[in-house]
């Protein structure tokens, strides 16, 4: 036995400092010349034609351009922000990576200042919209370049709303509740996702805290705001709207649930990008004729808001040749490029950029238009706080969604800010 | 189990009837996977049908998973790291259960504790630094990665079982073994382990499957889609979105389950055969 | 004997979970480097309401979770020590909910428990004892209920087969003793075979509570944590607050928060493992 043991010990020490050599050899002899190649890490997009447009058109053009070979890096949804992680924290592995909400800012330390190619993109395209700062620029640097934004609107079935009366989408948050009102009594109630998921359900409830004139964090960033008046307002309409309009189930609700509750009928309104309307022609092409998408509704103050939703791409300071991943980035960027990319993708990531404003792909399906518009009022969860730490953690912890989720379930409004203050004040603590 | 009195009345109550049960509570959610694997999209959305039947039946979803995605490449890798993994946790496993078990010596105490402890460590907190070793040994998006901390989790669970069974053989076998004049080596070899095959086969499936089923390391370590496992594969290249391809996810369910378990099913008879065989009586 | 395996856990799992503690007492935003804060991110745990509901759902859980298994699995292992046709082929199948990948399970849980799609629901509706149904993942209460029901329908063949294996490690002669001596099928099984399947039982069981403690794929992949927190665990809550705030100090804190509870388990059984007991 004991002779049997030692042998296999030996072997897999052996094999450990083997690869360990072989590790470091290689990755001496990486350092010093140019790339041959540069990875760019991204979320698998659910339109394929999108993934395979970067894969089999860009790279193979940046190739013979330059002689570098881009390879794309596809991780699945949800797992990005983990990647990003281990790779931010870990210093190895793709040199440039999409990024989405606030991320550029969890992850400044590790990378690179862009503002110079920024202004570069931007000058070549028309200049960037106002609010692509919001999620990119930390103290004063640009550290990722905006791409595109996947607004959340509203869907909703027109055939069924004109039943009832309501000719075009309603306006404000209390015409909504009183078309609700009669659709749910028809048997087609309405399902906004209140549980757990990444964008759907913070998609729907910043706008309406916000709409109300209600606030997280004052824009000093450091001063819990949500105690107020406002925040009681748009609570007691949440859950009115609950009640009214919804059924229980959409308490538990994840970002898929309400694609699969519209797609097969079973809801006639919720807040969704466009994906719902885009598998709907594909699959369902009789739902998809008489699928509608409008902006939010106007709340009590009149305005209108929208979640920003923004992807955006950053260097790992890692990078063995930062310059070479910026030349990639501006060639990327460059209307030549990416208007192709945004153009495959129908629409679905708005660019940040003024010159695609009234791009082809706009009115390839007008009934996308609301996105682009919606683009002037979308803002980043805590807005009007600029982005910060305690801000991913709120979010994170589902502070606000939880809010609204509570009072739906039953809880008193006084109790439910009351928990959330408390909440939000010991985690801008540190703010 | 001895003499049966009763005729069919007693082997329904004490056989068939809670078999029933178990198994409609255990295989109805396969029955549910195999008919959205084969059900059309235009069923699988319609609330109004009968969930449980498929009017139109259609391969499309295997097809599309076996030509469209690398289902056949994760399938590969799955077994072959499941494989390695089992193989690296059952003689660790063995290496610390036997001493454990039948041997005394200093620092069993501290050694059992230290192995039982590894388990307070949970994942979600293991993975960074682990990430970090795996990177430091260039081992990235290889299956080494997984094949090397796979064990981690399966190692301390394997020496337990393993040591559950190891007590339960009789010392005497073993003593017998020596007087009759074979070293402590040939002991093990030919009397003592053989008696533990049953353990070996717990042990080993418990490890296999959980290797299988294994989805955040895999997740962290195996990015490239020609190294991953089918855990990550189908969820990376099934859900794109906020859109699930439920019947091809499903038809992934089934084709990586269903064989496996087909393997099983002569391990089942290996293990019953192995005991009796082995013949505690004598 | 002993020492390549205790090298590979040292390396592999002693030395991250050295890193981790560390970490649970440091202020460590992802990609920053760490400042000590000694104990402070406990403190901000202990004020977190979140994090008190979700130390008392894990407890329900595993508890639950557990008790059933354990029950349930015995009564499994009686059932299939029998003798009967197909007998192999049927005990591999009943391992089919261990076997298949969680992940993919757990989405046709997700399907299956969906009222708008639940084959449950639509049964119920058939035969006229509910409508629509209830709502099993957007109820809190029915959320954790449904959970516990997912774990315990993917760890019951666990409980099964392991339970079984003890049970043919029994000698059929104590069986035929017993039965001379004059005792009824109860009796056998409460003075023959619970006592020596004791040992079985309880490293399963106690494996089993690890394991469920810790629980993080089906709770990610059914509820994130929904509703409103009904269903976070600690791997859950940890992993958001790490991964999805980006603070890995405070996720490691409410990780780490799972030791005490483990670590009396780990003792317990550490007690019973010690060599040299007859």
Request: charged letters at 15%; a neutral charge.
């Amino acid at each position: 036995m004991a002779n049997i043991v030692n042998a296999a010990s030996r072997r897999d020490v052996l094999k450990i400092s083997a690869l360990t050599a072989v590790g470091g050899i290689l990755g001496a002899s990486r350092a010093g010349a140019a790339p041959k190649q540069m990875t760019m890490m991204h979320e698998s997009s659910f339109i394929p034609a999108y993934d395979a447009y970067f894969k089999n058109t860009l790279a193979p053009a940046y190739e013979k351009a330059t002689g570098i070979k881009i390879v794309y890096e596809t991780v699945s949804v949800g797992s990005i922000q983990t990647r990003d992680t281990t790779v931010a924290e870990t210093g190895t592995g793709p040199e440039m990576a999409q990024m989405a909400f606030n991320w550029p800012f969890l992850f400044d330390q590790k990378l690179v200042d862009v503002t110079d190619i920024a202004k570069i993109i931007g000058d070549k395209a028309g200049g960037w919209h106002a609010n692509s700062a919001e999620a990119v620029v930390v103290n004063g640097k640009w550290k990722a370049i905006p791409f595109g934004n996947i607004g959340q609107l509203m869907n909703y079935r027109m055939d069924w709303f004109e039943e009832v009366g309501v000719k075009s989408f309603p306006e404000t948050w209390a015409e909504l509740l009183e078309a609700g009102i009669k659709l749910k009594k028809a048997g087609h109630p309405f399902g906004f996702e209140l549980g757990h998921g990444f964008g759907d359900n913070h998609g729907w409830l910043y706008p309406l805290l916000w709409s109300f004139g209600a606030r997280e964090v004052d824009k000093d960033g450091k001063t819990v705001a949500i105690d107020s008046a406002e925040t009681a307002a748009a609570i007691d309409f949440c859950r009115e709207f609950f009640q009214k309009t919804m059924f229980e189930d959409v308490l538990g609700w994840t970002d898929v649930s309400n694609n699969k509750a519209f797609l097969s009928e079973q809801i006639s309104c919720t807040n969704n990008a466009e994906s719902i309307l885009y598998v709907a022609k594909r699959d369902f092409p009789d739902i998809g004729k008489v699928t509608g998408q409008a902006q939010n509704p106007k709340g009590p103050s009149g305005e209108r808001f929208h979640m920003l939703n923004p992807w955006t791409h950053g260097i790992f300071t890692h990078t063995p040749d930062v310059q070479a991943a910026k030349d990639f980035m501006v060639w990327l960027m460059d209307p030549k490029q990416v208007a192709g990319w945004y153009d495959v993708a129908d629409s679905y990531y708005g660019p940040f950029l003024h010159a695609y404003d009234d791009a082809s792909f706009w009115h390839k399906e007008p009934r996308n238009l609301p996105y682009r518009d919606s683009m002037a009022n979308s803002h980043l969860p805590g807005w009007p706080a600029p982005i910060s730490r305690p801000q991913s953690e709120s979010v994170a912890k589902y502070v606000v969604v939880d809010m609204f989720a509570k009072a739906c379930a039953g809880k008193s409004t006084k109790e439910v800010i009351a928990d959330a203050s408390a909440q939000l004040k010991q985690i801008f603590k540190s703010a | 189990m001895s003499v049966e009195r009763g005729g069919w009345r007693v082997r329904a109550l004490k056989l068939w009837i809670p078999l029933g049960a178990f198994m409609l509570f255990t295989l109805f959610p396969f029955y549910w996977m195999a008919v959205t694997s084969i059900k059309p999209n235009s069923e699988l959305y319609n609330r109004k049908i009968m969930p449980m039947i498929v009017y139109h039946p259609t391969l499309k979803h295997y097809v599309d998973l076996l030509t469209e995605t690398n289902f056949l490449v994760w399938t590969w890798n799955t077994f072959l790291v499941a494989v390695v993994s089992t193989a690296i946790s059952l003689v660790f496993g063995t290496m610390l259960a036997y001493p454990l078990a039948r041997m005394k010596f200093a620092g069993s105490a501290l050694i059992s504790f230290a192995v039982a402890a590894t388990y307070l460590v949970p994942q979600p907190l293991l993975f960074i630094p682990l990430a970090d070793i795996i990177n430091q040994l260039h081992l990235g998006d290889t299956l080494t990665s997984v094949m090397l901390t796979y064990p981690t989790l399966l190692v301390p669970f394997c020496a337990w079982l393993l040591m559950g069974y190891f007590r339960s053989v009789p010392v005497e076998l073993e003593d017998a073994a020596r007087i009759d004049g074979a070293t402590r080596l040939q002991t093990i070899f030919r009397v003592f382990l053989p008696l533990c095959v049953p353990g070996f086969i717990s042990a080993g499936i418990f490890a296999f499957t959980l290797s299988q089923n294994e989805f955040l390391y895999a997740l962290i370590f195996l990015t490239q889609t020609d190294v991953r496992t089918v855990p990550v594969g189908a969820i990376a290249e099934l859900v794109k979105g906020d859109v699930f391809y439920w019947g091809q996810l499903m038809a992934a369910a089934l084709l990586g389950s269903v064989p496996v378990a087909v393997i099983y099913s002569f391990f089942v008879e290996h293990y019953v055969a192995g005991l009796t065989a082995g013949a505690v009586k004598q | 004997m002993v020492g390549p395996p205790i090298l590979f856990l040292c390396a592999l799992v002693g030395y991250p979970f050295l890193y981790g503690i560390w970490l649970s007492l440091e202020d460590r935003p992802v990609a920053h480097a760490g400042t000590f804060v000694g104990l402070a991110n406990f403190v901000a745990d202990a004020h977190d309401p979140v994090f008190w509901r979700v130390t008392i759902n894990t407890f329900v859980y595993t508890f639950f979770a557990t008790i059933l298994k354990m029950v349930g699995g015995l009564g499994l292992a009686l059932v299939m020590n029998q003798n009967f046709r197909g007998k192999n082929l049927i005990r591999a199948l009943m391992l089919l909910p261990f076997i298949v990948p969680t992940v993919l399970s757990t989405i046709a849980w997700m399907w299956m428990l969906d009222p708008g799609f639940s084959v449950i629901n639509w049964l119920l509706k058939y035969f006229g004892l509910a409508n629509p149904g209830p709502s099993w993942l957007g109820n809190p209460t029915l959320a954790m209920i449904s959970l516990i029901i997912v774990n315990v329908w993917r760890g019951l063949p666990f409980y099964g087969i392991t339970l079984l294996a003890g049970l043919q490690t029994i000698s059929p002669d104590l069986y035929e003793a017993a039965t001379i001596d004059g005792a009824s099928t109860w009796h056998r099984f409460i003075y023959v075979t619970l006592p020596l399947l004791k040992p079985v039982i309880f490293i399963v069981t106690m494996f089993s509570i690890i394991f469920t403690f810790a629980d993080f794929q089906l709770v990610y992949v059914l509820t994130r944590g929904g509703p409103a927190n009904a269903t976070h665990l600690f791997a859950t809550y940890a992993f958001d607050i790490a991964m999805g705030g980006g603070q890995l100090g405070m996720g490691a804190s409410v990780a780490l928060a799972m030791l005490p509870p483990l670590a009396l388990i780990i003792i317990a059984m550490s007690i019973y493992m010690k060599p040299n007991k007859s």
